[in-house]
């Protein structure tokens, strides 16, 4: 072969893999973002300001990290807190994968109190997502354990929103690498953490019973759950959620057709004091359920927060109409829970029907940026009212615990510092839901979510919504008890946040988005200065 034709395919083939490095130095790039810093989730995801959108992002001038607005992708995809610049530690991208820093490390997990190796990456892949429960099986949200150069353990890795499930999860399966030292007990599920602090001492040792439950929704005995929720009453009825605990349907609670969809009811169906466990957890005594009770009853008297219709006791097996919508809901979408078919006779539910309020912030479309404005306008206010009244502090606000419902009333009326407020609605109505979290005062009684041993909530990480555990940890000095209403500042950031970086919009191209865009990065400079929704509402509305 002639030494000098060879020299020559190597040059050129040596050119070819210089050929991305030139075109970057190219001079006609007139736009070229740095990709890390502390705005860079919302630098580029805010396309529409450079005049980029999905479909021609290709063609763009400027250079950033990828763009997954409007793809079925996860909402973020990013090492750095936009809110602090902290390192998510662990934080390894995509989380249908397992990683390891070098491909001939050798890494171990626990089971059954034997260390296993697993010999190769792609081995290391499967096993970790075949071993388990079946919510395991199915792509789990949860990745743990996997360790780093330093030989440091990274903690749980977990998606954005509903990350109970998750961590409950991993707490029940125990898998852990070889240097997470062992617990010497199991930790009980970070839902189960509700304590009652009375501040006279007079109610001091009161103990919740059922019939105290009863009383509350005014039975004598519970119904039996075929005739209290029987067919002929469940009109459009279909499952919409799943928790930890229970299962969620939506129906219409009016026969008139013509009300078709406005009258629609939510029913969350949670088993209670029963000896089966669900979803691999004991169910809720009387006791735990109780505040879930009281907070939602109490809330519903603010604007913006969930709407309860009524609560009701019922006993018996899961009717078998509500089982085929549960079995079409997992043949479509899945399900994480357990058949409620495993239910006996004697199994008693605790029902709260709550007004439907729509979907949740993640999943709806905004028409633009004018309209998630004032829809933020909406949350803080609503938070700010909570505050004033109850002493509340939602603790868990990222984007699946906020409802969003189209609606043609141009107002959103609110009853806050002795005056009446009007906001503009822009077409849309939020909703605050689930407490399980919340810290609240109602009479002489602090209601709150004791998390000071729930190590692994806050050693979690893969957005930087677990940043903001973090944070609250620090401004509560991890005594949950405490009424701190800077917590609910921190979680106005986050969604701020997300309102600029991971929420759908329908119209980016237009003066409009771009003023409210504008709007939102100029709140989101000054969030962290206020002290409580209140403070802030205050300085929304210029009521200082």
């Known amino acids: 072969m002639d030494k000098s ?138 990745i743990v354990g996997v360790s780093n150069q330093s030989n440091k353990t990274v903690g749980v890795l977990l998606k954005p929103g509903k990350w109970r499930k998750s961590l409950n999860i991993f707490r029940r399966t125990q898998l852990n690498v070889i240097n997470v030292s062992e617990k010497s007990e199991n930790t009980s599920s970070v839902c189960q953490n509700r304590k009652t602090t009375y501040l006279k001492d007079l109610k001091k040792g009161n103990i919740i019973c059922q019939q105290d439950l009863f009383k509350y929704c005014n039975q004598d005995k519970p119904f039996k759950f075929n005739d209290a929720y029987s067919q002929y009453k469940m009109l459009n009825t279909h499952k919409i959620g799943e928790g930890a605990y229970g299962e969620v349907f939506r129906y219409n609670a009016n026969l008139k057709e013509c009300s078709k969809h406005k009258n629609d009811i939510v029913l969350k169906i949670i088993p209670i004091d ?28 603010i604007q913006g927060f969930a709407n309860m219709k009524k609560v009701l006791a019922v006993k018996g097996k899961y009717p078998q109409h509500f089982l085929k919508l549960w079995e079409r809901y997992d043949d479509k979408k899945g399900s994480e829970n357990d058949h409620p078919g495993l239910f006996r006779e004697n199994q008693l539910f605790i029902v709260l029907e709550l007004h439907f309020a729509g979907c949740d912030m993640s999943k709806f479309t905004f028409l633009n940026a004018e309209q998630s404005y004032y829809a933020l306008q909406q949350i803080i206010i609503s938070l700010a009212v909570g505050e004033e009244d109850y002493q509340f502090e939602h603790r868990d606000l990222h984007l699946g615990n906020l409802l969003i419902k189209t609606t043609t009333k141009k107002h959103v009326s609110f009853k806050f510092n002795n005056m009446d407020l009007m906001v503009l609605s822009k077409g849309v109505n939020t909703t605050i839901i689930d407490y399980t979290l919340s810290r609240i005062t109602i009479d002489d009684c602090c209601y709150f979510n004791d998390l000071s041993n729930d190590d692994e909530l806050f050693l979690a990480s893969g957005d930087y919504q677990y940043d903001i555990y973090r944070m609250m940890r620090n401004e509560l000095k991890n005594n949950w008890s405490l009424y701190s209403p800077k917590t609910n500042i921190l979680w106005l950031s986050y969604i701020i946040a997300k309102l600029l970086d991971s929420v759908k919009y329908k119209n980016i191209n237009s003066k409009v988005h771009r003023a409210h865009i504008i709007k939102l990065k100029e709140l989101q400079s000054i969030i962290m200065k206020f002290e409580s929704a209140a403070h802030f509402a205050r300085h929304m509305f210029n009521l200082i």
């Open 5 to 142: 034709s060879g020299d020559e395919r190597w040059k050129d083939s040596f050119d070819k893999l210089l050929e991305p490095r030139s075109q970057m130095c190219n001079p006609n790039l007139k736009s070229v973002r740095v990709s890390f810093n502390i705005d860079t989730s919302v630098e580029n995801s805010t396309y529409s300001i450079k005049g980029c959108t999905p479909k021609s992002s290709n063609r763009c001038g400027s250079i950033s990290t990828p763009n997954y607005k409007g793809l079925d992708k996860d909402l973020f995809n990013c090492t750095l807190s936009p809110i602090n610049c902290i390192q998510l530690d662990g934080f390894r991208g995509s989380t249908d994968k397992c990683y390891s820093d070098k491909d001939d490390e050798l890494i171990t997990i626990k089971r059954d109190g034997l260390v296993v190796p697993l010999e190769n990456k792609i081995e290391r892949c499967s096993k970790w997502a075949s071993y388990g429960s079946k919510r395991l099986s199915n792509q789990s949200n949860t």
């Open 274 to 301: 029963g000896s089966i466990e669900v979803n691999g957890e004991k169910q809720k005594t009387f006791s735990q359920i109780w505040p879930e009770i009281i907070i939602t009853n109490k809330m519903s008297s």
